[in-house]
């Protein structure tokens, strides 16, 4: 069974242009979350994703998005990025018939802004 | 609103030594609790899990935690550390309805020999 893909896995970006991360979870899994991750403030929560549906939302500003499409793959944009935008984001999925209550993770995008 | 902490940034060990992690939570509702680890450059790997019945949970590669709910704590053991066992290792929490993980800041292991 293919694990959580996650792609690419590494860009670069400039200030003010904007990313789209792409995240293709376990075959079966309907629940697509993902994470910041920053040495000064380690793994944060960005939203999850359910069914198409934002089920819930961290605490990030608006140039953060996601949507989910119907085959459960996920996507995240960042626009207007800024040099603190530059992190290891993580996708993680869960859920599928036998739902043991984990988040399963891609290997991440370790992004770069210049 | 959970919250967890790691009480140790670095833990630096001999090789065949014990490890012991410490990780305390703070929640108003009961949790679910997880501890993943991080090699360098990759994602996260589940190491172990508790959801309920017994407290001490085996996991993968010889680890083991024991959820203590009067002290709020889930603790990472392993007897004998490996060289390979460097990394980094978070602690987690989570209700069970959702899929909210709350992270503690993550405890470098390094394994000397």
């Known amino acids: 069974k293919a694990g959580v893909t996650q792609t690419p896995r590494y860009l670069i970006k400039t200030r003010g242009q904007q990313v789209t991360l792409s995240c293709s979870p376990i075959?079966?899994?309907?629940?697509v979350s993902w994470y910041q991750q920053t040495p000064g403030q380690g793994l944060q929560f960005l939203f999850e994703?359910?069914?198409?549906?934002?089920?819930n939302k961290g605490n990030f500003p608006g140039r953060f998005s996601g949507r989910q499409f119907s085959n459960s793959r996920s996507e995240m944009n960042v626009s207007t990025l800024e040099l603190g935008d530059s992190a290891l984001y993580l996708c993680?999925?869960?859920?599928?018939?036998?739902?043991?209550?984990?988040?399963?993770f891609g290997e991440g995008s370790r992004l770069t802004v210049l | 609103a959970q919250s967890v902490t790691q009480l140790d940034s670095q833990v630096p060990v001999f090789e065949e030594a014990p490890v012991e992690l410490r990780c305390n939570y703070s929640s108003s509702v009961s949790v679910y609790l997880f501890w993943y680890v991080q090699y360098p450059n990759q994602g996260l790997q589940l190491l172990l899990k508790y959801l309920s019945g017994s407290t001490l949970v085996k996991g993968i590669n010889g680890f083991e935690a024991e959820f203590n709910k009067s002290q709020t704590s889930f603790h990472l053991r392993k007897p004998s550390v490996h060289i390979s066992d460097t990394a980094e290792y978070f602690c987690a929490v989570k209700v069970a309805a959702g899929n909210k993980l709350t992270f503690g800041g993550g405890t470098r292991v390094l394994v000397k020999p």
């Open positions: 993680a999925s869960s859920g599928g018939q036998t739902n043991t209550g984990e988040l399963f």
């Open positions: 994703y359910f069914s198409e549906t934002q089920r």
């Open positions: 075959s079966g899994h309907r629940s």
